[in-house]
């Protein structure tokens, strides 16, 4: 099946700096893809949505200054927290449904990237 | 607004015994539902979903779900549980769309010998 890759797998960085977290699809192209935050036993929510070409569409409560979105290609979407915090440690992960039609009844998900603010 | 709920937040279950996982949602619409399992160091996958048609969907490894429109329900069922389906269970809406999804809180599944 379809493959979504994060990069880093996890990272540990000091407080005030700031982290990129790539996402990737390996073997289709996604004009849109989505980054999901998940707490420690709690559900994914879903921060915002990575439109390649344009500007992303964060959700109600979502400071898009902190969490930046770039959807470079139609393979890649970057998310960088911005001057991290410890309150930004959590699990990141992202999704692409394939194509370019914005149909697509399915989606694949990314492994995830742990994010420890110290 | 749509939401999920779980209510189960840890299910244990013999291996060989039958599973039945809880997922109420509130939409004001017809859903799109999903189940997908999360594995440790894995991406999320997908086990069914429905969207209309019939209300019994059959999905991948055995799973298959009821969807109930009386009781806005979703459950997943399976009729032999195997160690390999220890993991974590997540039951989604989609919102405004199928795409963009509300997650439930999650039940993770445990297997005893």
């Known amino acids: 099946g379809a493959v979504v890759s994060q990069h880093p797998s996890w990272v540990i960085c000091k407080s005030g700096t700031s982290v990129k977290i790539e996402c990737r699809s390996l073997?289709?192209?996604?004009?849109?893809m989505f980054w999901y935050r998940q707490f420690p036993k709690q559900s994914l929510m879903l921060m915002a949505t990575?439109?390649?070409?344009?500007?992303?569409?964060?959700e109600q409560g979502v400071e898009k200054d902190k969490f930046l979105i770039n959807h470079a290609s139609l393979t890649l979407s970057t998310l960088t927290v911005t001057s991290a915090h410890p309150e930004d440690s959590s699990f990141y992960i992202c999704?692409?449904?394939?194509?370019?039609?914005?149909?697509?009844?399915?989606?694949?998900f990314g492994p995830g990237t742990r994010l420890l603010v110290l | 607004a749509q939401s999920v709920t779980q209510p189960d937040i840890h299910i244990t279950v013999s291996e060989g015994a039958s599973l039945e996982l809880r997922c109420n949602y509130s939409?004001?619409?017809?859903?799109?539902l999903f189940w997908y399992v999360q594995s440790p160091g894995q991406g999320l996958q997908l086990l069914l979903k429905?969207?209309?048609?019939?209300?019994l969907v059959q999905g991948i490894k055995g799973f298959e779900a009821e969807f109930k429109r009386s009781q806005s329900s979703f459950n997943l069922r399976k009729p032999s549980v195997h160690w390999s389906d220890a993991a974590e269970y997540f039951c989604?809406?989609?919102?405004?769309?199928?795409?963009?999804?509300?997650f439930g809180t999650g039940t993770r599944l445990l297997v005893s010998p």
């Open positions: 999704s692409a449904p394939p194509g370019t039609s914005g149909l697509s009844e399915t989606q694949y």
């Open positions: 073997d289709f192209q996604a004009t849109t």
């Open positions: 990575s439109n390649e070409g344009s500007k992303a569409t964060y």
């Open positions: 939409y004001g619409a017809t859903p799109y």
């Open positions: 429905y969207f209309s048609g019939d209300t």
């Open positions: 989604a809406v989609g919102a405004t769309g199928f795409q963009k999804l509300v």
